[in-house]
């Protein structure tokens, strides 16, 4: 079935370091969506993205939709310590389809 | 504007006992409705997704079951819990009728079973 990876599965950063995550697949998606999980509550969505080559920011946050729509990534830049958290890219093939969650990347942020 | 609830916060209950989790959702209509478990420290697992009241499917064969008795609501339940049921329990809703699959997520449901 599809899957999406995201790797590592930790990253530590300093505060005010900018940081990167990947999430890839080896299926075509039609929409990728970035969601970020603070410790004991659901996923936030923080960008989605429709169109491939798509690039779209949302303060700090900045994401692209990769051209072949096998890849996406997420950028954030000065992170801060409430960036920490789990990121987690998901995918969708089409409307009313299910999501395909990668496993999540858990961010820390040394103060 | 749209808001998703989760009832109860945290649950404890002993092995055998009955489940059931409550979601709903304000402010949208006939929307799509699931429920995730997220084990410690892994990822989301879709246990059941609704499109419509008393329209249910089931992605993994376990001891648990949905229903959807209203537009807006969504129970988890199960007859006799099991240790493996231990969990975070995610609602979750999508709009039926957008182009996109963008999914909202719920507070979450802490249950564990002892």
């Known amino acids: 079935g599809q899957q999406l990876n995201q790797s590592p599965q930790s990253m530590f950063i300093q505060e005010g370091e900018d940081v990167s995550m990947n999430c890839t697949s080896s299926s075509i998606f039609n929409t990728w969506l970035w969601y970020k999980q603070d410790p004991g509550e659901g996923p936030v969505l923080l960008i989605a993205l429709y169109k491939a080559g798509e690039l779209t920011s949302n303060g700090r946050l900045t994401a692209q939709f990769g051209i072949t729509r096998k890849d996406s990534f997420l950028n954030i830049s000065a992170s801060i310590p409430s960036d920490v958290g789990i990121y987690f890219c998901?995918?969708?093939?089409?409307?009313?389809?299910?999501?395909?969650f990668g496993k999540g990347i858990t961010l820390s942020v040394r103060p | 504007s749209q808001t998703i609830h989760q009832w109860p916060a945290t649950l404890v209950q002993p092995v055998g006992s009955p489940l059931s989790l409550e979601c709903t959702v304000e402010g949208t209509s006939n929307p799509n409705l699931y429920w995730y478990r997220q084990a410690a420290g892994r990822g989301l697992q879709l246990l059941f997704y609704s499109v419509g009241i008393g329209q249910i499917s089931s992605e993994v064969p376990q001891n648990l079951s949905a229903s959807r008795p209203q537009d807006r609501q969504f129970i988890l339940s199960s007859k006799k819990l099991l240790l493996s049921d231990s969990g975070f329990y995610l609602c979750?809703?999508?709009?039926?009728?957008?182009?996109?699959?963008?999914?909202?997520f719920g507070p979450g449901t802490r249950l564990t079973v002892l």
């Open positions: 998901a995918g969708s093939t089409g409307a009313n389809s299910k999501l395909t």
């Open positions: 979750a809703w999508s709009e039926l009728a957008a182009l996109t699959d963008t999914q909202y």
